[in-house]
């Protein structure tokens, strides 16, 4: 691994507004580590090096709370795969790949029921590895 790629980022995305939660909610979400490349975008390549690595949980309010892994599928699209009571669907990432992960950008995930929500990039912070 060089040494652009000595650190992950732990990414947390937020519900952003929507009707059911006009101010948004922090208490829907997603936080997973990835690799960012220089851009702030999810880096492929460095992926295969720490993709064991590449964790994600999914907080929903009152519902169960789900551990899995940030992949990436055939197609070069990524999503949540949950591998631990891993009975669900992947949650797929609408165009992931070519968002920056930087406070305040927006990013949409398509949910196991195939419903569409956006997030806002609340936080970032590196990972040493």
């Known amino acids: 691994m060089n040494a652009a790629h000595r650190h992950l980022t732990r990414i947390r995305l937020e519900l952003a507004r929507t009707k059911g939660f ?6 829907h979400g997603y936080a997973f580590v990835a690799p960012l490349d220089a851009d702030g975008k999810l880096d492929a390549v460095a992926w295969k090096s720490v993709r064991d690595r590449c964790r994600v949980h999914r907080f929903w309010g009152a519902d169960d709370e789900d551990i899995g892994h ?3 599928r055939p197609g070069g ?9 891993g009975d669900e669907d992947d949650e797929a990432g609408y165009r992931l790949g070519d968002h920056r992960f930087a406070i305040g950008e927006y990013v949409s995930v398509r949910d196991e029921d195939g419903d569409l929500h956006t997030f806002r990039v609340v936080s970032t912070e590196a990972v040493m590895i």
Do not use: I, N, Q, T
């Open 22 to 27: 006009p101010e948004g909610s922090a208490a």
């Open 77 to 85: 699209s990524w999503a949540f795969h949950y591998d631990v009571d």
């Open 70 to 72: 940030l992949v990436r």
